[in-house]
């Protein structure tokens, strides 16, 4: 019985370390590499478990790692994310909790969370960590850019070129031919001419005596 009684005691005191789990809905947010994503969190909806005299101590996770962790001045970026990741003092004071992630890679999606870590009035106890919010991060691959529809723009522009140059080639083409068969012609006129008998003309013949 004793070790049973034991076990329930640490279940609860689990259940009790890690605070509620809020019944508020998953928060899907998309981002592509290389531009900065707010996942969004309010602490405001737990005043009363947060003590006017603390300084707002709100910690993202995500798996078993954490992201980011801020008290007060005090803050931890955790690994891969440094320099990239924050929740800016002035609105965590706010109760704002949204985590600003920069410079976004694919390696970055997933199912963040984020707790209120909130101490004890008695200092045996350990910090309660209040469940806030979860947001599962989607991230697109970089937009193609421009270069796609002006490579395809240029690619028209030499297919239009050489439509136009074989145009002119099959018109000069033409008028050549064209050209060989009447100059073929003509020579062919002068030549049957040459050979042709003589008329003559009765103007040039002498004058009839009666």
């Not at 004793?2 to 076990?7: F, V, Y």
């Not at 990741?85 to 976004?104: I, T």
């Not at 970089?142 to 074989?166: A, L």
Request: with cysteine; hydrophobic share 40%.
């Amino acid at each position: 019985m004793n070790m049973i009684s034991h076990l329930w005691v640490f279940i609860l005191s689990l259940i009790t370390c890690t605070g509620p789990v809020s019944a508020q809905p998953q928060i899907n947010i998309t981002a592509t590499v290389g531009s900065s994503a707010v996942l969004p969190c309010d602490w405001r909806n737990v005043t009363k478990i947060q003590s006017s005299s603390q300084s707002p101590h709100v910690r993202w996770r995500i798996i078993s790692e954490t992201v980011f962790e801020r008290q007060g001045e005090k803050l931890y970026q955790g690994e891969g994310y440094e320099g990239r990741v924050d929740v800016p003092e002035d609105q965590l004071l706010k109760g704002n909790c949204s985590l600003v992630l920069n410079n976004v890679s694919a390696e970055d999606a997933g199912v963040y969370e984020s707790y209120l870590v909130v101490k004890r009035s008695k200092r045996a106890l350990a910090p309660k960590r209040v469940f806030l919010h979860r947001v599962e991060l989607s991230v697109d691959a970089p937009e193609t850019p421009n270069n796609e529809s002006s490579d395809s723009g240029s690619h028209t522009g030499v297919i239009i070129t050489v439509f136009v140059i074989v145009a002119l080639v099959l018109i000069l083409l033409s008028l050549g031919l064209l050209w060989k068969f009447k100059a073929g012609t003509y020579f062919a006129n002068e030549a049957r001419g040459n050979y042709a008998p003589t008329s003559v003309s009765h103007l040039d013949s002498p004058p009839q005596s009666d």
